[in-house]
């Protein structure tokens, strides 16, 4: 029998060479099991001797430590600091077709680090749905609307407080005579056809407001301006509202998500620039949608003399935005007194019955629609890239029936479908009821303005549809862009990116809701 070479079949010479290296590898293995026994051993005598510390503070009525980082608080020249749409950063941006007026966040360097104080003598807010007639003067310490807008009845002071009688610049009369006369014009606003509004230069909300109570959600919208905190006066009032302008940047909105828009003598130049402004309103108004406009140059004949303008210029401004429009193939729907409407087409068919040279052009197909963070505005028609059959005003389910219907673009996006959505309107119901044990005030008029910071199909807001809140659903701008879903269902949002600063004033919500967000940005 042949002799065995060795162990594992080495021979003498080749095993005397290994066993040194085997020695050093077990050396090693050997200190560093060591070290790492001295270092658990470490690590659980500190935490046993935390545990036994914190039990023996238990014991003794003492509440254990926790380490606690404070924020200073900020100068009070700052208790109305919006930091993307800062006033004072306004000098170094293009004052060109208001740009300077759009979001441009500080950088790193320049970030506040420092709990912004409230005004003196803040109260807490007037609560719904008084607050929408009535806020206290010291939450919003601005008299420029109350004076230079005295004679249209905006809004007055009276004493402590600041009373909304529902005025505005082609409503003096009221804003509920106004909408009662648009009514006449869309009956579509009386039987839930219509119900997601956006007013651009929305003043102090008063229209949004109102609509309220006949079952219409307006986004408010409206710029930092020489007006002083109309989107603050709205938001103290419970009306939902954001800061924003169209200018060169398009809307935080999806394509075809309001059902209405409106201008009240917004004095938004809706012809220039290759009617880029009109065209961004069309991009985010749905197919069949309408486009109401009243205030210059609407009814011209009687009211220019009052706009410090020509009875000339009106008339040409009014010819060359019906002209716009008639190649943006919309159709005027109604027109009388201070009040025009136009309806947007409902389908594409109009759009390739016009010749080549006709402009505005489509926008090229390898523009998204729905894109719209930090997206330029372009002189283009922005048409959906998929074909839709119920996206339409009269196509969607009328409200409130659409609220839980899965709508055609709720698995369009990554990760969504119709079971997904399903299932999120049946667990938020659940989870709502949970949470109001452990907050009672949510659903008592304690609570009105309702963030949810981190949606997907606006479940939270879907769930409290039955009380006095109302919510603004934010989608981030690095997450599958749900937001056209939220709006199919008759709900209102935006997008945000929350490594800056949300486009309101400090003091606005009342409840924030957070779910899921740090996970998902943990990577930023």
Same mark, same amino acid.
Request: proline share 7%.
């Given at each position: 029998?042949?002799?065995?070479?060795?162990?594992?079949?080495?021979?003498?010479?080749?095993?005397?060479?290994?066993?040194?290296?085997?020695?050093?590898?077990?050396?090693?293995?050997?200190?560093?099991?060591?070290?790492?026994?001295?270092?658990?051993?470490?690590?659980?005598?500190?935490?046993?001797?935390?545990?036994?510390?914190?039990?023996?503070?238990?014991?003794?009525?003492?509440?254990? =430590?926790?380490?606690?980082?404070?924020?200073?608080?900020?100068?009070?020249?700052? =208790?109305?600091?919006?930091?993307?749409?800062?006033?004072?950063?306004?000098?170094?941006?293009?004052?060109?077709?208001?740009?300077?007026?759009?979001?441009?966040?500080?950088?790193?360097?320049?970030?506040?680090?420092?709990?912004?104080?409230?005004?003196?003598?803040?109260?807490?807010?007037?609560?719904?749905?008084?607050?929408?007639?009535?806020?206290?003067?010291?939450?919003?310490?601005?008299?420029?609307?109350?004076?230079?807008?005295?004679?249209?009845?905006?809004?007055?002071?009276?004493?402590?407080?600041?009373?909304?009688?529902?005025?505005?610049?082609?409503?003096?009369?009221?804003?509920?005579?106004?909408?009662?006369?648009?009514?006449?014009?869309?009956?579509?606003?009386?039987?839930?056809?219509?119900?997601?509004?956006?007013?651009?230069?929305?003043?102090?909300?008063?229209?949004?407001?109102?609509?309220?109570?006949?079952?219409?959600?307006?986004?408010?919208?409206?710029?930092?301006?020489?007006?002083?905190?109309?989107?603050?006066?709205?938001?103290?009032?419970?009306?939902?509202?954001?800061?924003?302008?169209?200018?060169?940047?398009?809307?935080?909105?999806?394509?075809?998500?309001?059902?209405?828009?409106?201008?009240?003598?917004?004095?938004?130049?809706?012809?220039?620039?290759?009617?880029?402004?009109?065209?961004?309103?069309?991009?985010?108004?749905?197919?069949?949608?309408?486009?109401?406009?009243?205030?210059?140059?609407?009814?011209?004949?009687?009211? @220019?003399?009052?706009?410090?303008?020509?009875?000339?210029?009106?008339?040409?401004?009014?010819?060359?935005?019906?002209?716009?429009?008639?190649?943006?193939?919309?159709? =005027?729907?109604?027109?009388?007194?201070?009040?025009?409407?136009? =309806?947007?087409?409902?389908?594409?068919?109009?759009?390739?019955?016009?010749?080549?040279?006709?402009?505005?052009?489509?926008?090229?197909?390898?523009?998204?629609?729905?894109?719209?963070?930090?997206?330029?505005?372009?002189?283009?028609?922005?048409?959906?890239?998929?074909?839709?059959?119920?996206?339409?005003?009269?196509?969607?389910?009328? @409200?409130?029936?659409?609220?839980?219907?899965?709508?055609?673009?709720?698995?369009?996006?990554?990760?969504?479908?119709?079971?997904?959505?399903?299932?999120?309107?049946?667990?938020?119901?659940?989870?709502?009821?949970?949470?109001?044990?452990?907050?009672?005030?949510?659903?008592?008029?304690?609570?009105?303005?309702?963030?949810?910071?981190?949606?997907?199909?606006?479940?939270?807001?879907?769930?409290?549809?039955?009380?006095?809140?109302?919510?603004?659903?934010?989608?981030?701008?690095?997450?599958?862009?749900?937001?056209?879903?939220?709006?199919?269902?008759?709900?209102?949002?935006?997008?945000?990116?929350?490594?800056?600063?949300?486009?309101?004033?400090?003091?606005?919500?009342?409840?924030?809701?957070?779910?899921?967000?740090?996970?998902?940005?943990?990577?930023?």
């Amino acid at each position: 029998m042949k002799e065995v070479e060795g162990i594992f079949g080495l021979s003498s010479e080749k095993k005397s060479k290994i066993v040194p290296l085997a020695l050093v590898l077990l050396a090693l293995c050997s200190v560093s099991f060591y070290l790492g026994g001295i270092f658990c051993s470490s690590k659980d005598a500190e935490l046993l001797e935390s545990s036994i510390q914190e039990a023996d503070l238990k014991v003794a009525g003492c509440p254990s =430590q926790t380490r606690v980082t404070d924020f200073k608080e900020c100068n009070i020249t700052f =208790q109305d600091l919006t930091p993307c749409m800062d006033p004072r950063r306004w000098r170094k941006y293009d004052k060109n077709r208001m740009a300077f007026r759009e979001r441009h966040c500080p950088p790193s360097s320049e970030r506040m680090e420092c709990l912004i104080p409230p005004p003196e003598g803040y109260k807490i807010p007037v609560r719904w749905p008084r607050s929408r007639d009535e806020c206290w003067y010291r939450n919003v310490p601005y008299d420029w609307i109350n004076t230079a807008k005295a004679n249209q009845r905006w809004m007055q002071k009276q004493g402590e407080k600041f009373i909304f009688p529902g005025g505005g610049t082609m409503f003096p009369n009221g804003v509920g005579e106004y909408l009662d006369q648009m009514e006449k014009l869309i009956p579509a606003m009386k039987d839930g056809s219509i119900r997601t509004a956006l007013d651009t230069g929305c003043g102090v909300a008063s229209w949004g407001g109102a609509l309220l109570d006949r079952g219409i959600l307006t986004m408010s919208l409206a710029p930092r301006d020489n007006h002083e905190a109309q989107v603050q006066f709205a938001l103290e009032r419970g009306i939902p509202a954001i800061l924003g302008v169209i200018a060169t940047q398009r809307l935080p909105f999806p394509a075809a998500a309001f059902d209405i828009a409106h201008c009240s003598r917004c004095l938004i130049p809706w012809t220039d620039h290759g009617g880029a402004n009109l065209l961004e309103v069309d991009r985010v108004l749905r197919p069949g949608g309408f486009w109401v406009l009243s205030g210059p140059p609407i009814n011209y004949e009687v009211n @220019w003399k009052g706009w410090a303008s020509t009875e000339e210029k009106q008339r040409t401004d009014l010819e060359k935005l019906q002209g716009l429009l008639e190649r943006m193939c919309y159709k =005027q729907y109604a027109m009388e007194g201070d009040i025009a409407v136009w =309806q947007k087409p409902i389908d594409s068919t109009c759009y390739y019955e016009r010749s080549q040279e006709t402009v505005p052009p489509l926008c090229d197909d390898s523009i998204d629609p729905d894109a719209a963070w930090y997206v330029p505005m372009r002189p283009c028609i922005a048409k959906l890239a998929i074909s839709f059959s119920h996206i339409g005003v009269g196509q969607t389910p009328k @409200w409130p029936e659409r609220l839980k219907e899965a709508p055609e673009r709720s698995h369009v996006f990554s990760g969504g479908s119709e079971g997904a959505f399903r299932k999120d309107t049946r667990t938020w119901e659940i989870i709502l009821k949970q949470y109001k044990t452990l907050l009672p005030d949510l659903g008592s008029s304690k609570i009105r303005n309702v963030m949810d910071m981190n949606t997907k199909y606006g479940g939270l807001a879907t769930a409290l549809i039955d009380d006095p809140v109302w919510v603004m659903n934010v989608v981030s701008s690095y997450a599958a862009n749900s937001l056209g879903t939220i709006y199919d269902r008759g709900l209102i949002g935006t997008l945000n990116d929350w490594c800056e600063a949300f486009s309101t004033y400090p003091r606005t919500y009342d409840l924030l809701h957070v779910e899921g967000l740090f996970t998902a940005e943990s990577h930023r």
